[in-house]
């Protein structure tokens, strides 16, 4: 498909630059299947689920993967994506052609990360030295905000750009749905009778990549690492089979569930190398429906929700965000995209 299909104007200061607190007081655009879109809260979301349904949370958590170091005289900075082994990373750099293969960039007294790789697409792979990479993170790297916020992170995004529920750390990039509850809303989710599960899926730089191809047959996906364990698996598949909803927290959600999809609409336990690239035409084997922020105009991610609700749907509702002043992107607000026949 034409990758300008995607496309729409966005004044700038619609870019939520920082959160909103409490978190669940973030709007909420509902796409009802059938019926006409409504704005609502966050905090809605308990009258929006039935009994019995699933939702499924993407349980990773943000590392400060933006490290800034030195090799010799010259500034290096960057920008982890993606685990390669035991201290291995794939990496993005600034300035990255002048590295070369068995150079050293020093971060931090005792703490340093050799050149052992080269990529064709600008990536280099690389080797820390260091006993606890995340401890050393911890002490010196920085959250990975994304660069339409134009800024870098401070104090607060250690804790605003991280979901209440993070757990194995990996990701480069927060799930930025989840970052709208708060534990008193997941308790009312629990009380109006949904099963809360947890995937895994450790969101890559690459999410930030724009799609410089003129056609979606020519873009590349960079891979992410997905896992469903097997208690997981059988709730998923449980409901599947009594007719109830799975309902996706994210489209880091949305793509675990899909990369691990089997073509008799069930998921299998396991991890996966997914480079998953959804878009219109696709037909989704497990996820209802699908709550997510805001994205950014000719991204991956416009193109996954166009596939799940309709492009023309999709762009209305975007220009109805707009003129309504919604807030857009990784701190910004939400939709509920219900899927054509998941509505009552």
């Known amino acids: 498909?034409?990758?300008?299909?995607?496309?729409?104007?966005?004044?700038?200061?619609?870019?939520?630059?920082?959160?909103?607190?409490?978190?669940?007081?973030?709007?909420?655009?509902?796409?009802?299947?059938?019926?006409?879109?409504?704005?609502?809260?966050?905090?809605?979301?308990?009258?929006?689920?039935?009994?019995?349904?699933?939702?499924?949370?993407?349980?990773?958590?943000?590392?400060?993967?933006?490290?800034?170091?030195?090799?010799?005289?010259?500034?290096?900075?960057?920008?982890?994506?993606?685990?390669?082994?035991?201290?291995?990373?794939?990496?993005?750099?600034?300035?990255?052609?002048?590295?070369?293969?068995?150079?050293?960039?020093?971060?931090?007294?005792?703490?340093?990360?050799?050149?052992?790789?080269?990529?064709?697409?600008?990536?280099?792979?690389?080797?820390?030295?260091?006993?606890?990479?995340?401890?050393?993170?911890?002490?010196?790297?920085?959250?990975?905000?994304?660069?339409?916020?134009?800024?870098?992170?401070?104090?607060?995004?250690?804790?605003?750009?991280?979901?209440?529920?993070a757990k194995h750390p990996g990701s480069v990039a927060a799930p930025t749905a989840g970052l709208h509850f708060t534990p008193d809303l997941l308790k009312a989710i629990d009380d109006a009778g949904a099963m809360r599960i947890h995937v895994t899926l450790h969101v890559g730089a690459g999410t930030f990549l724009p799609v410089k191809t003129d056609d979606t047959d020519d873009h590349v996906m960079h891979t992410e690492i997905a896992t469903i364990d097997a208690h997981a698996a059988d709730a998923i598949n449980r409901a599947k089979d009594e007719g109830r909803r799975v309902i996706a927290v994210g489209t880091t959600s949305m793509r675990t569930l899909e990369s691990l999809s089997t073509p008799d609409r069930r998921v299998r336990a396991g991890t996966v190398d997914t480079g998953i690239f959804i878009t219109p035409g696709y037909h989704f084997k497990i996820v209802d429906v699908l709550m997510t922020n805001f994205h950014l105009p000719r991204s991956t991610l416009l193109m996954l929700v166009s596939a799940?609700?309709?492009?023309?749907?999709?762009?209305?509702?975007?220009?109805?965000?707009?003129?309504?002043?919604?807030?857009?992107?990784?701190?910004?607000?939400?939709?509920?995209?219900?899927?054509?026949?998941?509505?009552a």
């Not at 590392?63 to 170091?69: D, N, Q, S, V």
């Open 1 to 165: 498909m034409r990758v300008d299909l995607f496309d729409f104007d966005l004044p700038e200061d619609r870019i939520a630059t920082a959160p909103v607190y409490p978190r669940d007081s973030s709007r909420l655009l509902y796409l009802p299947s059938g019926r006409p879109l409504e704005d609502r809260l966050v905090r809605d979301i308990p009258s929006l689920i039935r009994p019995g349904d699933v939702m499924v949370f993407n349980d990773t958590r943000v590392i400060p993967a933006r490290l800034m170091g030195r090799r010799g005289e010259v500034n290096v900075e960057i920008l982890l994506h993606k685990s390669a082994g035991d201290n291995e990373w794939m990496c993005f750099a600034k300035p990255g052609k002048r590295l070369k293969i068995g150079q050293d960039i020093v971060f931090a007294p005792g703490f340093s990360a050799q050149v052992i790789d080269k990529m064709d697409d600008g990536q280099v792979r690389l080797r820390f030295d260091t006993d606890d990479l995340f401890a050393q993170l911890e002490r010196y790297g920085e959250m990975p905000l994304p660069p339409y916020m134009r800024r870098h992170a401070n104090k607060n995004d250690n804790t605003a750009y991280q979901t209440t529920y």
């Open 308 to 343: 799940f609700s309709g492009r023309e749907r999709i762009l209305d509702a975007y220009r109805h965000a707009i003129a309504k002043n919604y807030r857009f992107y990784s701190y910004g607000d939400a939709s509920w995209l219900e899927k054509d026949g998941a509505a």
